[in-house]
C-alpha cells in the first residue's frame, strides 16, 4: 500500500508541474492574441485602400497587366502557399490547414495540373519532409508574430515563380491556405485564390482580401472618378506588388491570431484536464491510504484478540 501511495503523489507532482506550465502558456498566449489582433487592425486600412485603388483603375480603364488579368490559357502549373505555425500545444490548427492543403493538391491534380508547393511554419516543413515530398521554399519564425519583411520576401519568390515560363519551373496561379481570425472560439481554415486577381467586383474583393473590412459602395464609387498620373497603366503597376505583398501579410497577421487562439484554447482544456486528474489520483491515493489504515487496525485488532486467547 505504502508503495500504491508514492506512486500516486507522484503522479499527482508531476500533473501539478505541468498545471502550471499549461497555465503560463495560456497566459501568455492570451497577452498576445491582444496585439496579433491589433496588428491585423492596424494593417486592414493599408491593405483596404490599396484594393480601392487597384480596383478603381482595373474597373474604369482598360488595362491588361499579367498579374491582374486572367487568360484563356488552361493552368497547367499551381502554387499552394501553406500557413501553419512554428510550435505545437495549439490543438488542431495545424493538422487542419495541412488536411485543407491536401484537399486542394488532390483536386488541383484531378483536374489535370502540377503542384508546387511553398510552406510557412515548420509544422508545414516537417509534414512534407517526412512524406519525402518536395517544396519549392519554406520560411520559418514568427509564424505567431509576422512582420512586413516576411511577406515582401514571399512576394519575391512568388512572382519571380508567376513571371517564369512554364517551361523553365513557373506557375500560372498560386493558392494560399490559411486560418481567417473570427473569434476567440471560432478560426476558420480558407483557400484564397491569390493570382491572377479577377477583379470582378470591388466589394466583394476588398472583403476577401481585407478580412472583416467590408469597403463602402459609394467611397469606392467616388474613388473610381479619380484622376491617375502619370498614366493609369503606370499607377497600376508600381500598385501591383504592393498590393500583392499587403494581402499576404493580411493572411499572416490573420493566421498569426488564429494561432495564438489555438493554443490559448488548447493549454486552457489541457489544465482543465490536469485538474481532473489531480483530483482523480487523490481520490485514489485517499483510498489507498484509508485501505492501508484499515489493514493495519484489522491486524493490531486480531493481534490483540490472539493474545487475548492465549
Same mark, same amino acid.
Given at each position: 500500500?505504502?508503495?500504491?501511495?508514492?506512486? #500516486?503523489?507522484?503522479?499527482?507532482?508531476?500533473?501539478?508541474?505541468?498545471?502550471?506550465?499549461?497555465?503560463?502558456?495560456?497566459?501568455?498566449?492570451?497577452?498576445?492574441?491582444?496585439?496579433?489582433?491589433?496588428?491585423?487592425?492596424?494593417?486592414?486600412?493599408?491593405?483596404?485602400?490599396?484594393?480601392?485603388?487597384?480596383?478603381?483603375?482595373?474597373?474604369?480603364?482598360?488595362?491588361?497587366?499579367?498579374?491582374?488579368?486572367?487568360?484563356?490559357?488552361?493552368?497547367? =502549373?499551381?502554387?499552394?502557399?501553406?500557413?501553419?505555425?512554428? =510550435?505545437?500545444?495549439?490543438?488542431?490548427?495545424?493538422?487542419?490547414?495541412?488536411?485543407?492543403?491536401?484537399?486542394?493538391?488532390?483536386?488541383?491534380?484531378?483536374?489535370?495540373?502540377?503542384?508546387? &508547393? #511553398?510552406?510557412?511554419?515548420?509544422?508545414?516543413?516537417? #509534414?512534407?519532409?517526412?512524406?519525402?515530398?518536395?517544396?519549392?521554399?519554406?520560411?520559418?519564425?514568427?509564424?505567431?508574430?509576422?512582420?512586413?519583411?516576411?511577406?515582401? $520576401?514571399?512576394?519575391?519568390?512568388?512572382?519571380?515563380?508567376?513571371?517564369?515560363?512554364?517551361?523553365?519551373?513557373?506557375?500560372?496561379?498560386?493558392?494560399?491556405?490559411?486560418?481567417?481570425?473570427?473569434?476567440?472560439?471560432?478560426?476558420?481554415?480558407?483557400?484564397? =485564390? &491569390?493570382?491572377?486577381?479577377?477583379?470582378?467586383?470591388?466589394?466583394?474583393?476588398?472583403?476577401?482580401?481585407?478580412?472583416?473590412?467590408?469597403?463602402?459602395?459609394?467611397?469606392?464609387?467616388?474613388?473610381?472618378?479619380?484622376?491617375? $498620373?502619370?498614366?493609369?497603366?503606370?499607377?497600376?503597376?508600381?500598385?501591383?506588388?504592393? #498590393?500583392?505583398?499587403?494581402?499576404?501579410?493580411?493572411?499572416? %497577421?490573420?493566421?498569426?491570431?488564429?494561432?495564438?487562439?489555438?493554443?490559448?484554447?488548447?493549454?486552457?482544456?489541457?489544465?482543465?484536464?490536469?485538474?481532473?486528474?489531480?483530483?482523480?489520483?487523490?481520490?485514489?491515493?485517499?483510498?489507498? =491510504?484509508?485501505?492501508?489504515?484499515?489493514? $493495519?487496525?484489522?491486524?493490531?485488532?486480531?493481534?490483540?484478540?490472539? %493474545?487475548?486467547?492465549?
Amino acid at each position: 500500500m505504502g508503495a500504491q501511495i508514492r506512486v #500516486y503523489r507522484q503522479k499527482i507532482n508531476s500533473t501539478s508541474s505541468m498545471k502550471k506550465i499549461f497555465k503560463a502558456m495560456e497566459m501568455i498566449a492570451t497577452s498576445r492574441i491582444n496585439k496579433a489582433r491589433k496588428s491585423a487592425d492596424a494593417a486592414s486600412p493599408y491593405a483596404a485602400a490599396l484594393t480601392k485603388a487597384v480596383t478603381a483603375i482595373a474597373t474604369q480603364h482598360p488595362i491588361q497587366h499579367p498579374l491582374l488579368t486572367d487568360t484563356s490559357v488552361k493552368h497547367r =502549373r499551381s502554387a499552394i502557399l501553406v500557413m501553419t505555425s512554428d =510550435r505545437g500545444l495549439a490543438g488542431s490548427y495545424s493538422s487542419s490547414v495541412l488536411k485543407k492543403a491536401e484537399g486542394l493538391i488532390e483536386k488541383l491534380r484531378s483536374e489535370g495540373r502540377e503542384v508546387q &508547393l #511553398y510552406l510557412v511554419g515548420r509544422k508545414a516543413k516537417s #509534414y512534407f519532409e517526412f512524406r519525402e515530398r518536395p517544396y519549392e521554399r519554406a520560411w520559418e519564425g514568427n509564424t505567431d508574430n509576422p512582420n512586413v519583411e516576411m511577406a515582401v $520576401e514571399m512576394r519575391e519568390a512568388l512572382l519571380d515563380a508567376y513571371s517564369r515560363p512554364f517551361e523553365e519551373g513557373g506557375v500560372d496561379e498560386l493558392h494560399i491556405v490559411y486560418t481567417e481570425f473570427l473569434s476567440m472560439v471560432t478560426q476558420e481554415t480558407k483557400i484564397l =485564390r &491569390l493570382l491572377p486577381i479577377a477583379v470582378k467586383e470591388a466589394r466583394r474583393m476588398g472583403e476577401e482580401i481585407v478580412p472583416g473590412v467590408r469597403l463602402d459602395e459609394e467611397q469606392f464609387e467616388q474613388d473610381a472618378m479619380f484622376e491617375f $498620373e502619370p498614366s493609369p497603366q503606370e499607377v497600376l503597376d508600381a500598385l501591383m506588388p504592393r #498590393y500583392v505583398a499587403s494581402r499576404l501579410y493580411a493572411c499572416l %497577421l490573420q493566421a498569426a491570431a488564429s494561432e495564438l487562439a489555438s493554443r490559448q484554447r488548447a493549454m486552457k482544456s489541457a489544465g482543465d484536464n490536469a485538474d481532473e486528474l489531480v483530483k482523480k489520483y487523490t481520490r485514489l491515493m485517499n483510498n489507498a =491510504r484509508q485501505a492501508e489504515i484499515t489493514n $493495519e487496525i484489522s491486524e493490531i485488532v486480531g493481534g490483540a484478540d490472539a %493474545l487475548a486467547a492465549s
